[in-house]
């Protein structure tokens, strides 16, 4: 026991040497007063510092806070910008409401719905995967919102960067944008229902009379409604060739074996040559337009 703390006594000497050690190889430098650029600081009316910086002249004068009560920042008149810190808040606010606005606000959800539905009508279970189902509609709103997405940046993002707007006209920028492309693809109707389960009133038919807490959940109405429509369309030509082959089976003698079996590779081959894929997404694409 006596060994062990005789070791450590001698490793914490030996810590403390290493420590003295290197504290005195380290260079030192010297910090001089200088005089305040006002373009860094703003204004001589504005300079917070009460003093000019070097002008004390006894330890009483030194030993006193040389700031004033007030602050001013500047954001891009000068050369303030927005922390870092800031940003990154702002940053993983606007991730962590990204799933939600591109849920309710784009076309996702239509174009979604619409190929889930041409993975059902031809009974092929997996294929394609979810993964690729959702990739694929990811890239066609991509595609299809990108000329709002450029309005957004060019009308809002950028006069925010350079310090032309606030915030509050930041967020009444980058809305409107949105509420231009919902306003295109919601019915009256939807808009009535949801008006008038609010209270609010509805005379003039403007865009701008309409909240947004209305006019989403009456797009969405609207994307869910044309979705299904579209897969019921999708739909028709497939339940005829199940049809076919049921009655075919049934004719023969067959009842044991399932008719998907068989109508299933008639499917896609009905599919393919008909260039599915081709006419459902161009199709899709265009009802946004």
Not at 79 to 102: C, D, E, F, K, M
Not at 235 to 262: E, H, K, Q, R
Request: negative net charge; contains cysteine.
């Amino acid at each position: 026991m006596k060994k062990f703390f005789h070791a450590n006594r001698i490793m914490k000497i030996i810590c403390l040497l290493l420590t003295v050690g290197i504290l005195s190889i380290i260079p030192s430098s010297s910090v001089y007063a200088t005089e305040v650029d006002s373009h860094l600081t703003g204004s001589t009316e504005e300079r917070t510092n009460i003093e000019e910086p070097g002008t004390a002249s006894t330890p009483d004068e030194l030993s006193e806070l040389n700031i004033a009560n007030t602050m001013t920042v500047t954001y891009n008149n000068g050369n303030g910008q927005v922390s870092g810190s800031l940003r990154i808040l702002i940053t993983l606010t606007l991730i962590a409401l990204a799933p939600t606005l591109l849920i309710m606000l784009t076309s996702f959800t239509k174009v979604l719905i619409v190929l889930h539905f041409t993975r059902s009508a031809l009974n092929t279970q997996t294929a394609p995967p979810n993964q690729v189902l959702i990739g694929l509609a990811l890239f066609l709103t991509f595609f299809i919102m990108r000329p709002y997405m450029t309005q957004i940046y060019e009308e809002a993002v950028v006069p925010m960067e350079q310090g032309e707007i606030d915030q509050q006209e930041f967020l009444e920028r980058g809305i409107q944008p949105l509420r231009e492309f919902m306003y295109k693809q919601t019915q009256t109707e939807d808009v009535d229902v949801f008006m008038d389960i609010s209270g609010d009133s509805w005379e003039s038919g403007a865009l701008d009379d309409i909240p947004l807490s209305v006019l989403a959940p009456a797009f969405m109405v609207g994307q869910l409604r044309e979705a299904f429509i579209i897969g019921f369309i999708i739909y028709i030509p497939f339940i005829v060739i199940d049809m076919v082959v049921s009655s075919a089976l049934m004719s023969m003698g067959m009842m044991m074996l399932p008719p998907t079996t068989i109508s299933m590779p008639f499917k896609i081959l009905l599919f393919v040559l008909a260039d599915g894929w081709n006419l459902i997404i161009v199709n899709l694409v265009r009802t946004f337009k």
